[in-house]
């Protein structure tokens, strides 16, 4: 039986479904719109097998052909069911490992999509301004969350909460993640530059010239406002280097010239005016920022409601300035716990007086009562930031004192007194000079399968010999990530295509005159690529589909060049 071509309008479907992904990639709901089985599909893993549907109909109706420049999708896909097999042959937690795999699998059907549903040079261009305005909504909401400085209440759909870096907000946008911001706007600003470049080349306007200077600036400052060190260095480097790839004869060099330039002006005026800035800057995360030395008693001996001086002595080895008297405060704190029965009876506060700097020593003796009832207790002392955090929990830096409370004359419990169970400090974050060394541990151990793609947060903490830790942790970085999760045997092919790709961009940029759009999309995943030494994005699908959208746009302009 001989099938009918696929209708104009099949495809015309096809294609205006791959806009309404590229524009609600932000906005993926957290709860499902249905369940099949085991598996939660959202709004945009709707939209997704919408797609690869109607292109794999499509696909079917008008073989043969190959919409392809090349046969290097081969090497991808062939890496994409390598990682299932590794999924399939994980040590463990074999369902997430597949889970993941075949999340990867239709990101690159996703990619094989694009160039069966845009048919045209014209329609590439549609479905890059859709990536732009996502972007620029990204941006736009994150501004205003942070000029009215709280979360807004309308986002709470599509995240748990907005990203916070010790008492600062960060940028996050109606994303999941802070980082996840950062990484659609560093895609973004290539596709805008070259956008509103050939946009002004065609119109020769200088209000088109200053609209997208001012939406660069809205990007590009939105991008620092993320507080990811990684976002500007990025879009900095990434401009550099298509300057020198492009050479300076070449008209389509000024944008990023200038993209250099204004990402410096960024820096210095970032650098200057926010505190935040600088503070993310000398460090990794936040968890430097709160860091105490500590002398205290380890025994004491008090009478039950006896108020008694103790003295104690508290270095601040952090960023932060220990202020009582600013919003939000940060006070010396500890925690009453009962060591028979593990309860929490209460949590004193005493401010520092003056405030308390990076490097300074404070001694003072606090005024510590003791609990109503007599036992044996641990007293935990810790510096605490009033409804942001404690500072153990963040650095595992705390100090305890054995109390022995002996009978005293019968008095009522105060009201602060409140048996509680206690909380424990958790396992802190760790940075990457713990999580790359790990993860380089867990290849060695098992060097050609993997663990599973995706199982190096559910193993890691083992390694630390931690009870409890953030399973939300990936190795933040994603070579290291396709390494530990699929070992020799799919990693090796998937960076075979990467080098494939490469050679082909390479041989276009060489060429003349140079397509502008093949040079934008190009920088784009050329970001993906320079901040995934840092961070890990491909998993999660406001930035993983992104990223394949931006591949088969690569790969069409390519057939349609």
């Known amino acids: 039986m001989?099938?009918?071509?696929?209708?104009?309008?099949?495809?015309?479907?096809?294609?205006?479904?791959?806009?309404?992904?590229?524009?609600?990639?932000?906005?993926?709901?957290?709860?499902p719109l249905l369940r099949l089985g085991p598996l939660a599909v959202t709004n945009v893993e709707l939209v997704l097998a919408a797609i690869l549907l109607i292109a794999g109909l499509v696909w079917w109706q008008e073989r043969p052909f190959n919409p392809l420049p090349h046969r290097g999708w081969l090497v991808l896909l062939l890496a994409g069911g390598l990682f299932v097999v590794t999924a399939v042959l994980a040590p463990e937690h074999n369902?997430?490992?597949?889970?993941?795999?075949?999340?990867?699998?239709?990101?690159?059907?996703?990619?094989?999509?694009?160039?069966?549903?845009?048919?045209?040079?014209?329609?590439?261009t549609r479905l890059v301004w859709a990536m732009v305005a996502a972007g620029l909504l990204v941006a736009v909401i994150g501004l205003a969350e942070l000029?009215?400085?709280?979360?807004?209440?309308?986002?709470?759909?599509?995240?748990a909460g907005v990203t916070v870096a010790g008492a600062y907000l960060r940028l996050t946008g109606p994303l999941d993640y802070a980082n996840h911001a950062a990484m659609m706007l560093e895609a973004t600003v290539p596709l805008l530059l070259v956008a509103g470049w050939l946009w002004w080349r065609r119109v020769g306007r200088t209000a088109v010239l200053l609209l997208n200077f001012l939406l660069l600036l809205l990007l590009l400052q939105a991008s620092f406002l993320t507080l990811s060190r990684a976002s500007f260095l990025t879009i900095g480097g990434v401009a550099g280097l298509m300057t020198l790839l492009l050479g300076w004869r070449q008209p389509l060099v000024r944008p990023w010239l200038g993209l250099v330039g204004l990402v410096?002006?960024?820096?210095?005026?970032?650098?200057?005016?926010?505190?935040?800035?600088r503070l993310r800057l000398g460090s990794e995360g936040d968890s430097g920022w709160y860091l105490a030395e500590w002398q205290v008693p380890p025994t004491l001996s008090l009478v039950a409601n006896e108020t008694r001086p103790v003295p104690i002595t508290v270095t601040n080895h952090g960023a932060l300035v220990w202020h009582s008297q600013r919003q939000p405060p940060i006070n010396l704190g500890a925690r009453w716990i009962q060591a028979e029965s593990g309860l929490q009876l209460a949590e004193p506060r005493w401010p520092f007086e003056p405030p308390v700097r990076p490097g300074q020593t404070v001694s003072q003796?606090?005024?510590?009562?003791?609990?109503?009832?007599?036992?044996?207790?641990?007293?935990?002392?810790?510096?605490?930031q009033e409804q942001i955090t404690w500072f153990g929990e963040k650095s595992n830096v705390f100090a305890t004192s054995q109390v022995t409370v002996r009978p005293g004359a019968d008095q009522p419990a105060p009201e602060w007194e409140t048996a509680v169970p206690a909380w424990a400090y958790q396992l802190p974050i760790p940075d990457r000079s713990t999580l790359w060394p790990l993860a380089v541990q867990l290849i060695g151990e098992r060097p050609f399968l993997g663990i599973g793609l995706d199982n190096f947060r559910l193993v890691y903490g083992r390694l630390l010999?931690?009870?409890?830790?953030?399973?939300?942790?990936?190795?933040?970085?994603w070579y290291l990530e396709?390494?530990?999760?699929?070992?020799?045997?799919?990693?090796?092919?998937?960076?075979?295509?990467?080098?494939?790709?490469?050679?082909v961009a390479w041989s276009q940029l060489r060429q003349r005159p140079v397509d502008p759009w093949q040079v934008a999309i190009l920088a784009s995943l050329l970001a993906f690529l320079s901040h995934g030494l840092v961070d890990f994005f491909l998993l999660f699908n406001s930035t993983g589909l992104l990223f394949w959208l931006l591949v088969g746009c690569w790969w069409q302009a390519q057939h349609h060049e």
């Open 2 to 31: 001989t099938l009918p071509k696929s209708s104009p309008t099949l495809r015309q479907v096809g294609f205006w479904l791959l806009l309404l992904l590229a524009i609600s990639l932000p906005f993926e709901l957290d709860a």
């Open 95 to 124: 369902g997430n490992a597949l889970k993941a795999s075949l999340r990867l699998l239709s990101g690159i059907g996703l990619a094989l999509a694009v160039p069966v549903l845009a048919a045209d040079g014209a329609q590439r």
């Open 147 to 159: 000029w009215l400085g709280r979360e807004l209440a309308w986002l709470l759909p599509f995240r």
């Open 264 to 277: 410096g002006l960024l820096f210095a005026f970032n650098s200057g005016v926010s505190e935040a800035f």
């Open 365 to 384: 003796e606090v005024p510590l009562r003791a609990p109503s009832e007599p036992g044996e207790y641990t007293l935990v002392w810790d510096v605490v």
């Open 465 to 477: 010999q931690a009870d409890s830790w953030n399973d939300t942790i990936h190795t933040n970085n």
């Open 482 to 503: 396709f390494l530990v999760g699929g070992g020799l045997l799919a990693a090796l092919p998937f960076f075979a295509w990467l080098a494939w790709e490469g050679r």
